[in-house]
């Protein structure tokens, strides 16, 4: 049998030839001496030659072996940790119309088995009991999109890291395995910041005493106020509730009041 440097795929010897004879015919039995490997080399081109050994004349026959792939692949995500944003106070339906019906994120796991049941990976969420994913997102099977199922509420939780497992379609081949071959990775999803909390003052009510001859621009009292929103920038302003003029100021970044005009106590 030719080794196939030339005519074939043999060159590294993965089949010998053996003869054998029954009822008085000589025959070639072909064997695979090591193991083969789908994905390394899916088929190979033997040459066997015969040749009668008085005139020496030589006949030549080419065999073609296909290997017949095994689910012996596990699928494999493409990276290990995939990230996506959701803005909060948004409903399923209006993120679907938003982003055009894209999802918030896409896994990804590839299998380099042959095309068929051993190599078509299907997508699940995992769910530990903790983060209670599968009731706050949904993932596409077969595309690996994740989409949202709730309305995410940023003061509450900023972010929600679960598990998603890739599997192929048939049981494994691989020694000790049962059911398909899987693979698992994480998912994190964060939830965007919208200003949608109003800011309040840390004291219902403020008091403060003042000089009447306290000086122009002198600070009188600091008020305070806190926003739950992550990148809220509070500014100040100060207005009488009554209307008229107010001889007072108050600086917008930091909340402190200060004397704007002189003050008369007589006329206060």
Same mark, same amino acid.
């Given at each position: 049998?030719?080794?196939?440097?030339?005519?074939?795929?043999?060159?590294?010897?993965?089949?010998?030839?053996?003869?054998?004879?029954?009822?008085?015919?000589?025959?070639?039995?072909?064997?695979?001496?090591?193991?083969?490997?789908?994905?390394?080399?899916?088929?190979?081109?033997?040459?066997?030659?015969?040749?009668?050994?008085?005139?020496?004349?030589?006949?030549?026959?080419?065999?073609?072996?296909?290997?017949?792939?095994?689910?012996?692949?596990?699928?494999?995500?493409?990276?290990?940790?995939?990230?996506?944003?959701?803005?909060?106070?948004?409903?399923?339906?209006?993120?679907?119309?938003?982003?055009?019906?894209?999802?918030?994120?896409?896994?990804?796991?590839?299998?380099?088995?042959?095309?068929?049941?051993?190599?078509?990976?299907?997508?699940?969420?995992?769910?530990?009991?903790?983060?209670?994913?599968?009731? =706050?997102?949904?993932?596409?099977? =077969?595309?690996?999109?994740?989409?949202? =199922?709730?309305?995410?509420?940023?003061?509450?939780?900023?972010?929600?890291?679960?598990?998603?497992?890739?599997?192929?379609?048939?049981?494994?081949?691989?020694?000790?395995?049962?059911?398909?071959?899987?693979?698992?990775?994480?998912?994190?999803?964060?939830?965007?910041?919208?200003?949608?909390?109003?800011?309040?003052?840390?004291?219902?009510?403020?008091?403060?005493?003042?000089?009447?001859?306290?000086?122009?621009?002198?600070?009188?009292?600091?008020?305070?106020?806190?926003?739950?929103?992550?990148?809220?920038?509070?500014?100040?302003? =100060?207005?009488?509730?009554?209307?008229g003029r107010i001889p007072f100021g108050v600086r917008t970044d930091s909340g402190a009041l200060f004397v704007k005009e002189p003050l008369d106590y007589e006329k206060v």
């Open positions: 049998m030719a080794n196939g440097a030339s005519r074939g795929t043999n060159h590294e010897m993965h089949f010998r030839e053996f003869l054998e004879k029954t009822d008085g015919r000589d025959w070639v039995v072909i064997r695979n001496m090591i193991g083969l490997d789908y994905e390394q080399q899916q088929n190979y081109t033997l040459t066997i030659t015969a040749m009668d050994m008085r005139s020496l004349i030589t006949s030549d026959k080419q065999f073609h072996v296909v290997v017949r792939d095994k689910n012996d692949v596990v699928p494999r995500f493409t990276v290990d940790l995939y990230t996506g944003t959701i803005e909060e106070e948004q409903t399923p339906t209006e993120f679907l119309i938003k982003y055009n019906g894209n999802p918030i994120t896409v896994v990804k796991a590839e299998d380099a088995d042959s095309p068929g049941p051993q190599s078509e990976v299907r997508y699940r969420i995992i769910d530990d009991g903790d983060t209670g994913a599968t009731k =706050l997102f949904r993932i596409d099977e =077969l595309t690996g999109g994740i989409f949202p =199922l709730e309305i995410f509420d940023r003061e509450r939780n900023d972010s929600f890291i679960f598990d998603v497992e890739a599997r192929d379609s048939i049981p494994s081949s691989l020694p000790g395995t049962s059911g398909p071959n899987r693979d698992i990775v994480k998912v994190q999803i964060f939830v965007a910041d919208i200003n949608d909390n109003a800011p309040n003052f840390e004291q219902i009510r403020y008091e403060a005493r003042v000089a009447e001859n306290a000086e122009i621009n002198e600070d009188v009292i600091t008020v305070k106020a806190y926003d739950l929103d992550r990148l809220s920038n509070l500014k100040y302003d =100060l207005y009488a509730v009554h209307g």
